[in-house]
């Protein structure tokens, strides 16, 4: 039962346009949401994240959007770059049976020059 | 230095050998995971210590024997591994133990990219 949801496993955008990333979850347990970034070969790393308590943050070009009614997370990333080409995850933390952090499957994003 | 790192990069090992893993961060972290990640799917926690002691393990096969041996270092232990093992194991360390509920951001290593034959 996948409690992360990222539904789009790739998406391709022009430079200079808007990427939307978007994530769905079913535990109303989770309290903290998390977007990460994978290159290839690396570990992922923390990108921006977001409070239960918030609807929105934001961090230069990276923006997260929270609807806690519709248990669904989006990212916005403007402009796009070429560099933003990645795999994004999506994760929810919160004290599912003890303290954890469930990651979605991931979308690929490809930022076209 | 906000890094995590883990070795080998690499590993192939047979099902009747024994190898470990290992990880070391030198942030002052307090909590350090250990994850499977599988192609194409999402990195899966298999346990988190929590001041040095193991506080999660997610139902993970006995033939992976986690060890914490001081705050800075962790270690995933490897014996008699199946094929279906093979996978990318990443490290994990966040400052906090996640007493409130997992607010605290995790740095992840690169991995450790394992082969079982």
């Known amino acids: 039962d996948q409690q992360v949801k990222q539904n789009s496993p790739s998406l391709s955008v022009q430079e200079g346009r808007i990427s939307i990333l978007n994530c769905d979850y079913t535990?109303?347990?989770?309290?903290?949401f998390l977007w990460y970034k994978k290159y290839p070969a690396e570990g992922p790393t923390f990108l921006i994240s977001?409070?239960?308590?918030?609807d929105k943050n934001e961090d230069g070009r990276f923006t997260v959007f929270l609807n806690k009614s519709a248990k669904h997370l989006s990212l916005h990333i403007v402009p796009s770059q070429p560099g933003d080409s990645a795999v994004y995850f999506c994760?929810?933390?919160?004290?599912?049976?003890?303290?954890?952090?469930?990651f979605g499957a991931g979308t690929r994003l490809f930022v076209k020059a | 230095d906000t890094e995590v790192t883990q070795t080998p990069k690499h590993l192939v090992m047979g099902m009747t050998n024994k190898k470990s893993l290992k990880c070391e961060q030198h942030?002052?972290?307090?909590?350090m995971y250990w994850y499977k990640q599988k192609a194409k799917k999402p990195p899966e926690l298999m346990f988190v210590y929590s001041y040095e002691k193991l506080s999660i393990n997610e139902s993970v096969p006995s033939r992976f024997s986690p060890e914490c041996p001081n705050s800075s270092l962790l270690n995933l232990h490897l014996h008699a591994l199946q094929p279906e093992d093979s996978a990318l194991y990443l490290c994990?360390?966040?400052?906090?133990?996640?007493?409130?509920?997992?607010?605290?951001?995790?740095?992840f290593g690169p991995g450790t990219r394992l082969l079982v034959l």
């Open positions: 977001i409070s239960s308590i918030k």
């Open positions: 994990a360390s966040s400052q906090t133990p996640g007493v409130a509920g997992g607010r605290e951001t995790q740095y």
């Open positions: 994760a929810a933390s919160g004290y599912t049976g003890g303290f954890k952090t469930i």
């Open positions: 942030m002052g972290h307090r909590a």
């Open positions: 535990n109303s347990m989770f309290d903290y």
